[in-house]
């Protein structure tokens, strides 16, 4: 039969964790905490469960969540977004990403990708009849080439992706970047879409660089975020989507259609705890930056070669010293082997890398991290 998808097989994600699991490696691969969400959140949750709101959310999400989410923008990134037509609560940044990307794509449109890439970007962007363009990132540094985007948009341009902080280099945008690709876009139609699932853990003192920051390119923009990334709750799956009311529109109509409406009881008890506890997400950096150098340190007499981790939860190490395999490979040697899982980088990439590099995930606990650096440390 004739299928839509014919490169894509299971995930890197599902895969690692699987290996993980089966040899009981030390699972540092798949992104996600090995601590629990705070307690109050916890708490307020299932009290909104108990308390019998367990039917249908309204589709664009709680009232109270979506306002305590404007709120939140308006302080950080200095934008109101209207929480009646501008910002809609989803199942997660995944189902935000693919509705973003359905709402406007379509046969013939270009979407530019930066390698590495998160992997649900280019099969939405299939699905819709769109073409993903993989552009490289300056794998120095792994910053974005703004000569090489100015070549590379064209008429049929119709979106670019933009994922800071990012996954999985963690490197981060400036406010210099943002005005470079503002002066890209200026006088089109290209419409941005902002992955800022990690928009809390940015480090040294660095201020995450919001699309919303820029009101000229907020215009354009949908802003995807997610609360698993923010209180430490990857399995609940809610987030959203910030987009101008005529863009939100589009993307409620598929959101309605795809999910419909997101779980109620967790949509209250975000709410609850977001008001109550502001404090959660300004601590984010300091807490993650603990680990990260913590891990970075632990590391340090290892024969990997670790690259700067300027925000999210992952650290790229460069094997080349260590080993000649193919990063797939070295990922599922160092799984069996050393007992540590890791994220092979390549797997995100159109075209062949020229570093050896796999992404481990330090959101784990401080004996957690001791001991899988310890196994990394005997290789
Ligand atoms: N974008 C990026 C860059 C991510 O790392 C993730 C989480 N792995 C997502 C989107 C998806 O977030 P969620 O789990 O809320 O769907
Ligand atoms: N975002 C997570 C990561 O980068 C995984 C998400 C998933 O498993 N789909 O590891």
Redesign the pocket.
């Known amino acids: 039969p004739k299928t839509k998808l014919p490169k894509v097989g299971t995930?890197i994600?599902?895969e690692m964790?699987q290996l993980a699991q089966a040899t009981g490696a030390i699972n540092l691969?798949?992104?996600?905490p090995d601590f629990d969400a705070p307690a109050a959140l916890r708490e307020q949750v299932a009290l909104h469960i108990n308390s019998g709101a367990n039917q249908y959310a309204p589709m664009t999400g709680v009232p109270a969540l979506r306002e305590a989410i404007a709120l939140k923008v308006e302080r950080l990134y200095g934008h109101k977004p209207c929480m009646d037509t501008e910002v809609t609560v989803t199942s997660g940044a995944?189902e935000a990403l693919f509705a973003a990307i359905s709402a406007v794509i379509g046969p013939g449109d270009e979407v530019i990708l930066f390698d590495p890439c998160?992997?649900?970007y280019e099969p939405a962007i299939e699905l819709n009849g769109g073409k993903a363009v993989h552009l490289p990132l300056d794998e120095r540094d792994f910053s974005i080439d703004w000569n090489r985007l100015a070549d590379a948009i064209g008429p049929r341009t119709r979106m670019i992706v933009i994922n800071t902080p990012h996954?999985?280099t963690g490197s981060v945008l400036s406010s210099e970047d943002l005005e470079r690709l503002a002066s890209l876009v200026r006088d089109t139609d290209i419409l941005l879409l902002g992955d800022e699932?990690y928009e809390h853990i940015v480090f040294d003192g660095a201020t995450h660089q919001s699309l919303l920051c820029h009101a000229e390119l907020a215009r354009r923009s949908f802003v995807v975020s997610s609360f698993g990334k923010t209180y430490h709750a990857?399995g609940w799956k809610v987030g959203y989507c910030i987009a101008p009311a005529p863009l939100s529109a589009e993307f409620r109509k598929v959101h309605q259609y795809l999910t419909f409406s997101t779980m109620t009881p967790a949509q209250l008890g975000l709410a609850d705890f977001m008001r109550s506890t502001p404090q959660h997400y300004l601590e984010l950096p300091a807490f993650y930056q603990a680990k990260r150098d913590l891990f970075r340190e632990l590391l340090a007499p290892s024969r990997f070669g670790l690259s700067d981790a300027k925000g999210t939860y992952?650290q790229l190490a460069d094997y080349g010293a260590i080993s000649d395999l193919p990063d797939t490979e070295f990922a599922k040697w160092l799984t069996r082997e050393a007992g540590v899982a890791a994220?092979p980088v390549s797997v995100f990439c159109q075209q062949p890398m020229q570093r050896k590099l796999v992404?481990f995930?330090f959101a784990k606990g401080e004996d957690t991290l001791r001991e899988a650096a310890a196994r990394l440390c005997r290789i």
Request: proline fraction near 5%.
């Open positions: 995930t994600f599902s964790s691969s798949q992104g996600f995944t998160y992997d649900s996954n999985p699932v990857t992952f994220i992404r995930c």
